[in-house]
């Protein structure tokens, strides 16, 4: 299926204009949302978005090139404004079209599904004479996802999750439409425990005969090391690194001292991400990290370096807590509890009813302690050394409780539903726009 997804406006054009949001950037972010969620989630699905950055396109262009793709669907994504009296969720097809042909089954499904979830006023399902619906060759719906001049949708507008909720909505609908597939998960990463590398086949063989004696199962797999090929004797391949440690255990007390684990990623991030770890290495460079703030707060400041830095020293995925902290503090936006000369990117003492928890003295202290937390959450080893404790709760924090993002839910957030997998959602946006502009680099390069 081939879904031509249509954030609307953008670059010179901002669209309708409202408590302190342009239309342009909130369409951006829920339709990066709905193409991230599609395309790592689900089989047979192409998405091609008629712009992925802040950048001035026609309606005519982006219409000719859904048609000029052979796209199946056209969904184009907008938010609405009425003198800030109106509020409320409405989607239009064409208004030649009747409610029984294939479009309008295809708008009660979507409008169904988004309105379960964006917990926005009900205005139904509507016809208009739209450019971008009577120009396409393809069935083609437009949604209006609430009122930006309205105080209380703009206050939803504002919130992450809340853009989040609304780009699964048009995913649960596109999906039941379609009759989309989701993807097999695969997990992240595979362990497998090594008892040992031979250059003759025949001692890898007398390895495997000694472990079954010990009642320990094994196989010879062949690998090139430094250009030569070595035979392997893998006593297992676990999903969970906990098991591969047991059975690491069990072949080091059967005499093989030099055993050892090998992790091999299946994937840079898995569509579910449901164990994805918050130990880790950081993939994306400070500037890729400031760069996608930039895109939703042009005035964001330059917190990559510290994530990175401070991440590397304390073993946490730098980038992904550098998305936590755009969950937490709406692109750097503060628009909630915590505010912007806190330096607290993480929340940190935020509890909710106004509280607007801990300050600290510099951005780089913030960062620092946010990292620190996460430590806390994700290792019951003590602080290495090097930086002097900042996280005024580091002692409060059950020790090694989630070693997972998905672990945080109900503990760093309360009730905290979907916080973990809100955190990787703004990630897998990172790691697709830094796949994009590498991708414009290349052919820049091939022109």
Same mark, same amino acid.
């Given at each position: 299926?081939?879904l031509y997804?249509?954030?609307g406006h953008?670059?010179?054009d901002?669209g309708a204009?409202?408590?302190?949001?342009k239309? #342009?950037?909130?369409?951006?972010d829920?339709?990066k949302?709905?193409?991230?969620i599609?395309e790592?989630g /689900?089989?047979n699905?192409?998405?091609?978005?008629?712009?992925?950055s802040?950048?001035t396109?026609?309606?005519?262009q982006r219409t000719?090139?859904?048609?000029?793709?052979g796209?199946?669907f /056209?969904?184009s994504?907008?938010c609405?404004a009425?003198n800030?009296?109106?509020r409320?969720?409405?989607d239009y097809i064409?208004?030649?079209l009747?409610?029984?042909?294939l479009t309008?089954k295809y708008q009660?499904?979507?409008?169904?599904?988004?309105t379960?979830l964006?917990?926005?006023?009900?205005?139904?399902?509507k016809k208009a004479?739209f450019?971008?619906l009577r120009?396409t060759?393809m069935?083609a719906?437009?949604?209006?996802?609430?009122?930006?001049?309205?105080?209380?949708?703009?206050?939803?507008?504002?919130d992450?999750l809340?853009?989040?909720k609304?780009?699964?909505?048009?995913v649960?609908?596109?999906?039941k439409?379609f009759?989309l597939?989701?993807?097999?998960?695969m997990?992240?990463?595979?362990?497998k425990?090594?008892?040992g590398?031979?250059k003759?086949?025949e001692?890898?063989?007398?390895?495997?005969?000694?472990?079954k004696?010990?009642?320990i199962e094994?196989?010879v797999?062949?690998?090139?090391?430094?250009?030569?090929?070595?035979f392997?004797v893998?006593?297992?391949?676990f999903n969970e690194?906990?098991?591969a440690?047991?059975?690491?255990?069990?072949?080091?007390s059967?005499?093989?001292?030099g055993?050892?684990i090998l992790?091999e990623n299946t994937a840079?991030l898995?569509?579910?991400?449901?164990? /994805?770890?918050?130990?880790g #290495?950081?993939?994306?460079?400070p500037?890729?990290?400031?760069?996608y703030? #930039?895109?939703v707060?042009?005035? =964001?400041?330059?917190l990559g370096f510290?994530?990175?830095?401070?991440g590397?020293?304390y073993?946490?995925?730098?980038d992904?807590?550098f998305?936590q902290?755009?969950?937490?503090t709406n692109?750097l936006?503060f628009?909630?509890d915590?505010?912007?000369g806190?330096?607290n990117?993480a929340g940190?003492?935020a509890t909710?009813?106004?509280?607007?928890?801990?300050?600290f003295?510099?951005?780089?202290?913030g960062?620092?302690?946010?990292i620190?937390?996460?430590?806390?959450?994700s290792?019951?080893?003590p602080l290495p050394p090097? /930086?002097?404790?900042v996280d005024?709760?580091?002692h409060?924090?059950?020790?090694?409780?989630?070693?997972?993002?998905?672990?945080?839910?109900?503990r760093w =957030?309360?009730?905290?539903?979907?916080?973990?997998e809100s955190?990787l959602?703004?990630?897998?946006s990172?790691?697709?726009?830094s796949i994009q502009d590498?991708?414009?680099?290349?052919?820049?390069?091939?022109?």
């Open positions: 299926m081939k997804l249509d954030p953008g670059g010179s901002p204009q409202g408590n302190g949001l239309e #342009k950037d909130i369409t951006l829920i339709a949302n709905i193409r991230n599609l790592q /689900y089989e699905i192409d998405v091609r978005m008629s712009r992925t802040d950048i396109k026609s309606l005519s000719e090139e859904a048609d000029s793709w796209a199946d /056209y969904l994504i907008h609405n009425f800030g009296q109106a409320g969720y409405e064409h208004s030649s009747s409610d029984t042909s309008g009660d499904i979507i409008h169904t599904e988004v379960k964006n917990n926005l006023i009900n205005r139904g399902q004479n450019h971008v120009e060759a069935p719906l437009l949604s209006e996802n609430g009122f930006i001049d309205n105080p209380d949708d703009a206050a939803f507008m504002k992450p809340w853009r989040q609304v780009a699964q909505g048009h649960n609908g596109i999906v439409a009759k597939k989701p993807k097999e998960v997990p992240s990463a595979i362990y425990v090594i008892s590398s031979f003759s086949k001692n890898a063989d007398e390895r495997v005969i000694f472990l004696a010990k009642g094994s196989i797999v062949t690998a090139s090391i430094a250009g030569a090929v070595w392997r893998q006593a297992g391949a690194k906990e098991n440690e047991k059975r690491l255990a069990e072949v080091k059967a005499g093989i001292i055993a050892f992790k840079s898995p569509a579910e991400s449901k164990d /994805y770890p918050i130990v #290495k950081t993939l994306l460079s500037e890729q990290m400031n760069k703030a #930039k895109k707060n042009p005035n =964001a400041i330059n510290y994530y990175t830095s401070f590397e020293h073993g946490i995925r730098g992904i807590a998305a902290a755009m969950l937490e692109f936006l628009t909630g915590v505010k912007a806190q330096n990117f940190i003492g909710g009813d106004g509280a607007s928890g801990a300050s003295d510099s951005p780089k202290d960062v620092l302690s946010h620190q937390h996460l430590f806390a959450y290792s019951s080893k090097g /930086y002097p404790l005024p709760r580091f409060l924090v059950e020790r090694g409780v989630a070693s997972a993002w998905t672990g945080l839910n109900g =957030a309360v009730p905290g539903k979907n916080y973990g955190i959602n703004i990630y897998k990172m790691l697709s726009d590498l991708g414009d680099v290349l052919k820049e390069i091939d022109r």
